[in-house]
């Protein structure tokens, strides 16, 4: 198992930078794909970065170029740097991590299934 907290949320006007963290529990690198989701109000939660199991990172459009997801092994923390942050970025932002069953490195969003707490990220026009 792994357990996950975040922290560095807060508020920011547009074109404002925030910082997440990930504290997971244990060693994840080779063995975890770890990733960022986000869920809005109303909305459905939606994948936003993704270290796979080789290290590749993965990001979905409305974030690219703006947003930079990477790992320190040293402290099995993940991280999510935001810049150029829009409105629409606010939502509480989860860490996760997971195994993936194939033989892919990459997991699919099924496969995470070690969440944290989430943190909220609020950016105001």
């Known amino acids: 198992q792994v357990q996950l907290v975040e922290s560095g949320g807060g508020s920011v006007q547009a074109g404002g930078s925030l910082e997440l963290s990930c504290a997971a529990s244990?060693?994840?690198?080779?063995?975890?794909?770890m990733g960022w989701f986000r869920q809005a109000p109303g909305k459905e939660r939606e994948g936003v970065a993704a270290?796979?199991?080789?290290?590749?990172?993965t990001y979905a459009d409305p974030v690219k170029g703006r947003f930079a997801i990477f790992k320190d092994n040293t402290n099995n923390t993940l991280y999510l740097r935001m810049y150029s942050l829009k409105p629409e970025d606010t939502a509480m932002y989860y860490c996760?991590?997971?195994?993936?069953?194939?033989?892919?490195?990459?997991?699919?969003?099924?496969?995470?299934?070690?969440w944290g707490q989430g943190t909220q990220v609020t950016v105001s026009s």
């Open positions: 270290i796979a199991l080789d290290d590749t990172a």
């Open positions: 244990r060693y994840t690198r080779n063995t975890y794909c």
């Open positions: 996760a991590a997971g195994r993936p069953r194939g033989i892919s490195p990459v997991c699919s969003p099924g496969e995470y299934n070690y």
